[in-house]
């Protein structure tokens, strides 16, 4: 896995709403599987919410204020 997959997901996840790893999947190209692994390590972190019992997950409002940032860096840096 690329960290362009993990940033596809992460750009997904920034809008705050609650997806299901399908509609992840499907957006992103990659298997359930893979979803899983990278939502369940951002997890651990409290980089993203999941809940389980729909199998679905949302970037944490605090991740997200931070991955706007760095990523406004970056683009205008380059």
Do not use: C
């Not at 790893?21 to 899983?36: D, G, S, V």
């Not at 919410?49 to 204020?65: T, V, Y």
């Amino acid at each position: 896995m690329t960290d362009q997959s993990i940033e596809r997901i992460l750009r997904i996840l920034q809008d705050g709403r609650w997806h299901d790893i399908n509609e992840l999947a499907e957006k992103t190209h990659l298997t359930p599987l893979k979803i899983r692994v990278v939502t369940d390590f951002l997890a651990k972190y409290t980089f993203v919410k999941l809940d389980p019992e729909n199998k679905k997950m949302k970037m944490s409002r605090s991740f997200s204020r931070f991955f706007e940032r760095t990523s406004l860096e970056t683009e205008t840096v380059g």
